[in-house]
């Protein structure tokens, strides 16, 4: 888990914008206008699950909306 931009183009990577999933995946559950909006990051500190966890709370704060953030222990 490395934020690519550390690499240069000295390598092969996968490049993806975390912070617009995190922003999409609220777009589509702002559909369902649900009555709570969650986020559950990823298991361990990651820099694209603290992206994501961004764009996703930012994105129902726009809406009006805010987001309960989990972690894995509340889930189990």
Known sequence: ?????????TCCVVAHDSAATGRRAADEL???????YAFLPYRQPTFWSD???RGFCAR???AGV???VLTVEEVR
């Open 1 to 9: 888990d490395t934020d690519t931009r550390l690499f240069g183009r």
């Open 30 to 36: 702002l559909k369902l206008n649900l009555a709570r």
């Open 51 to 53: 992206l994501r966890e």
């Open 60 to 62: 129902l704060s726009e």
């Open 66 to 68: 805010t987001a309960d």
